[in-house]
């Protein structure tokens, strides 16, 4: 059940896109739990994911700019998920 910190991130992966098993996601909490380091990198890459999200509204034309609130909204959450 051990799990290497590579397959942890390739799990961490395939997660954000909700491709992960039940089984995987157990795996990668409880290698988590233990690695600090893998927990930043999971924090860190649901940040990119979120920031990519609102990029790609932007791309579509959805919205053309993001308003002083947004701005705030958004940095707040980057400085909160940052802290951990």
């Given at each position: 059940m051990k799990l290497s910190c590579d397959e942890a991130t390739k799990i961490c992966d395939k997660n954000q896109y909700g491709e992960g098993s039940l089984w995987e996601k157990i795996k990668l909490s409880i290698h988590i739990f233990l690695c600090k380091k893998c927990g930043l990198y999971s924090r860190q890459n649901s940040i990119m994911t979120q920031c990519y999200e609102k990029h790609k509204i932007v791309?579509?034309?959805?919205?053309?700019?993001?308003?002083?609130?947004?701005?705030?909204?958004?940095?707040?959450?980057?400085?909160?998920?940052?802290?951990?």
């Amino acid at each position: 059940m051990k799990l290497s910190c590579d397959e942890a991130t390739k799990i961490c992966d395939k997660n954000q896109y909700g491709e992960g098993s039940l089984w995987e996601k157990i795996k990668l909490s409880i290698h988590i739990f233990l690695c600090k380091k893998c927990g930043l990198y999971s924090r860190q890459n649901s940040i990119m994911t979120q920031c990519y999200e609102k990029h790609k509204i932007v791309v579509n034309g959805k919205k053309t700019y993001l308003n002083k609130e947004d701005k705030a909204h958004l940095n707040k959450e980057v400085r909160e998920k940052i802290k951990g």
